[in-house]
Every structure is written in structure tokens, then in C-alpha cells.
């Protein structure tokens, strides 16, 4: 059973940062694209950021381009998004999903991140 | 980036009847499109990919067709459990846009 498991979200100040991780089991992880995927409080989705199988390719939505860093560990089996210079705009929950490659074929429970004073 | 847009915003539907959903892309995007489910505070949930392909264990009242720029999720017949927010996604260029969703309610 493929399971993802969303861990790090929570309350941070403007300007701050916060390291998001997802612990993935039941599949190849290193052989699957993941996606982060948020979604604001009572709105749509947005695809934040991919990385490839191996971590060599990342892609990232130019609203968090130079600021989110999308990483993995393939021999712990865990993708991490790493979030600095936070803006309010930037709070939602974050999933951890897996990708198949292109669509999402999993998705975890979330974790939120609110950006705050 | 391409836009996706879905319509309605709303559906109000009786359960038993039927439910069509669209989703438009601002260019083509071929048969590059997914449909998920969203319950409240649930995650979303993949239903059908490459526009008509529906994911495992997901039932055959729901089916996807289309390609280019559009594309309709229909529910054959509504069950209870079908009441939820519905998005379209594509994933032929990134970003992996979705459209705004379609929120399927009780009538």
C-alpha cells in the first residue's frame, strides 16, 4: 500500500523558514517523480514544485521560484521542500504527492503551514 | 502557463442523476488531463487520467472524455458519496495547472 506521510508544517513569521518532509513507502521511490501541491485555505490547487526520480531535474511554479527547494533523500525515502523568505501568501496545505509520472497518482494527508506575526 | 477552466462553478444534482462537468485549456494539451475528487478535509483523489482512463478501483459511473482544449468528467448516476469538489489537471506542460474546480452539490 503506497503511503505518504507529510511532516514539518506549521506557524512561522513573514520572512521565515520552514522545512517540509514527506516519507514515502509501498512503491520505488527512487524510481517516481513527486510533486508538492498546495492548496490556500478555502481555494483551488496549485502545483508548487516536481523533482524527478533521481533528483537531478526540479521544476518550481514562479510563485515560489528562488525562494522553495525541492529535494530528496532516495535512501530514506523521503522528499523534502524546503521554504524560505516565507510570505502569507504562501500559507496552505502542502501535499506530498506521487507522480506518474506526470499525473498525480497519490496523495498524502497534508501538512499546513501558516505564515504569520 | 496554461489556463484551465471549469464549468460550472456549482452543479446541484439530485442523487440517482446524471452530472456533467467541463474543463477547457487555453491551448491544447492532448490527452494530458486528470480529474480528482475532493471531499472536505480530505486530500484530493485521482479518478481518471489521460483524459478517459479511470484509476484504479475507481467505479464505472464516472468517465472522461475529450482531448485537445475540452474535456467532461460525467457521473452516470450520483451517489452520496459522489457530493464533492471536483478538479481538472493538466500535465502536458509545466506548470501542472488546475482548473478552479467544480463544486457537485445536493439538489
Redesign the interface.
Known sequence: EVQLLESGGGLVQPGGSLRLSCAASGFTFSGSAMTWVRQAPGKGLESVSSISGGGETAYYADSVKGRFTNSRDNSKNTLYLQMNSLRAEDTAVYYCTKAAPYYLEYWGQGTLVTVSS | ?IVMTQSPGTLSVSPGERATLSCRASQSVSS?L?W?QQKPG?????LI??ASTR?TGIPARFSGSGSGAEFTLTISSLQSEDFAVY?C?Q?NN????????TKVEIK
Open positions: 502557463e494530458k486528470a480528482y480530505q486530500a484530493p483523489r485521482l487520467y489521460g484509476a478538479y489537471q500535465y509545466w506548470p501542472r495547472t488546475f482548473g478552479q474546480g
